[in-house]
Each structure stands twice: as C-alpha cells, then as structure tokens.
C-alpha cells in the first residue's frame, strides 16, 4: 500500500514460504516474508519497510513533518503491532479452536471499544493518511476471513466510515492482490 500510494513501480514476486528462494534466504536472517530487496539492501521487518520507502520516496509524505507528531503515529503503529498483530497471528496460525475463538472475541472487542475514535479525524488518529492507516488497513480488510463482522451501530458507524474511506482509495484498491480481492469479492 505504501508503494502504491507513493506511485512506485515494484515487482512483487509471491513465493511459497516452505520454499523461499534462494535470494530471501541469503539476505533475510529470519528466512520470513515479507522481505523488501532494494539493490544490496534487504529490510524484512515491514514497519522498517515502509518508513525506509517513506524517506526513499518521500512524495507524498506518509509520516507527520513535526518530531512529535511522527513520534505519536510510530507509538500509534507500535500499539497496533502489540495489541491486534498478535491476535491476528492467532488467527492466521493458531489450530486451536479456543485460542482462535478467544483472539476473533478480543480483535472484535477491541476495534468495536475503539470505532468512536477514528470519527474524531479523517485518518486514524490523524488529518492526513499515514503509515498508520497502511498498519491498519489490511487487518480490517481481512475482518470477514476472520469470521469478525462488525456490527452496524452508532458507537461502530465511524469506524466503518473509516473502512470505506480507506478501501476506496486507490492506493488500497493497487495494493491488493487476487486472493486479498477475494475477502470481500464474495
């Protein structure tokens, strides 16, 4: 999404992950995806990712100017890589029916005990779009595979204004491949 919203052109090569090429596996210590190859650079941490393709390309900007602001969204992303990262992986990963019941009612939970906020400013937690909204986005867009449907009320209304804002630009629309189009083709 970061790439799509700074217009850069990239290959991106799927690759299956019992099965990583040879080139990943020389350059990624952890073996793990995603992994960005920039020339002789090699970032697999994807919040390393996408503020190193925010200073690279740094038009349009996707991290406040001010130091204090910038810091608010990487603590913003910080909270969001230790609150619903986890849960998500659980979801992903985990082949225990309780663990993944228990992770969809803490997800769910918590983005409904936090909707009001994203009504206070157009992008999460922000005027401008960000990195932030790039951590988010893709959690919320994968809510139906997860069996997590939000209900349409008041106090989750600006929540799913957020949603549809974010999944019409064009950007996210880029960004998004077959099997993520999928999630909510169907």
């Not at 952890?30 to 503020?51: F, H, K």
Request: glycine residues 2%; proline residues 9%; charged residues 25%.
């Amino acid at each position: 999404m970061v790439l799509a919203e700074k217009g850069v052109g990239v290959e991106i090569v799927t690759v299956d992950p019992q099965n990583l090429p040879r080139e990943v596996l020389e350059t990624n210590p952890y073996a793990s995806l995603p992994t960005l190859i920039d020339r002789d650079l090699s970032i697999y941490e994807p919040r390393i990712m996408m503020e190193y393709l925010d200073e690279r390309f740094p038009h349009p900007p996707l991290l406040p100017v001010y130091p204090v602001a910038r810091a608010e969204i990487r603590q913003y992303m910080h909270r969001v890589e230790e609150d619903w990262c986890p849960l998500v992986e659980t979801l992903l990963r985990s082949r225990s029916k309780d663990q993944v019941a228990s992770a969809r009612k803490q997800l769910a939970e918590g983005l409904i005990a936090v909707a009001p906020i994203f009504g206070e400013k157009p992008f999460f937690m922000s005027s401008d779009f960000s990195l932030l909204d790039c951590c988010i986005a893709p959690i919320l867009w994968r809510l139906p595979s997860f069996d997590i449907h939000l209900p349409s009320a008041r106090q989750t209304q600006p929540l799913l204004d957020y949603m549809q804002r974010i999944f019409s630009r064009e950007s996210f629309q880029a960004s998004l491949s077959d099997w993520e189009r999928a999630i909510r083709s169907a």
